[in-house]
């Protein structure tokens, strides 16, 4: 099928460059990651995805980490996995 419309969005550049960054490593472009959603939008008639505001609770959770309240920190990923008993 030719492709012959195209998108525009504004977002902004850091999100773009991380995206990209792990598009890349995937092997895929924006483009194709777009195509891919748009696919799935069509074939689920919807966002593949669900998209919900987090309970009372979890909204709790996501204020403290950003506080740093509740979050543990690790010298190594070997002592992260020490913690975790792995």
């Known amino acids: 099928m030719l492709k012959t419309t195209t998108i525009r ?3 902004t550049p850091t999100v773009k460059t991380q995206a990209e960054r792990i598009l890349s490593s995937l092997g895929m472009t924006a483009s194709d990651a777009i195509q891919l959603l748009f696919h799935q939008i069509q074939l ?8 919900e505001l987090p309970n009372a609770e979890t909204a709790k959770v996501l204020r403290d980490s950003r506080k740093g309240k509740g979050v543990k ?14």
């Open 44 to 51: 689920r008639r919807g966002l593949p995805f669900q998209v």
């Open 73 to 86: 920190h690790y010298a190594s990923k070997k002592d992260l996995y020490r913690d975790l008993g792995l």
């Open 9 to 11: 969005a504004r977002i």
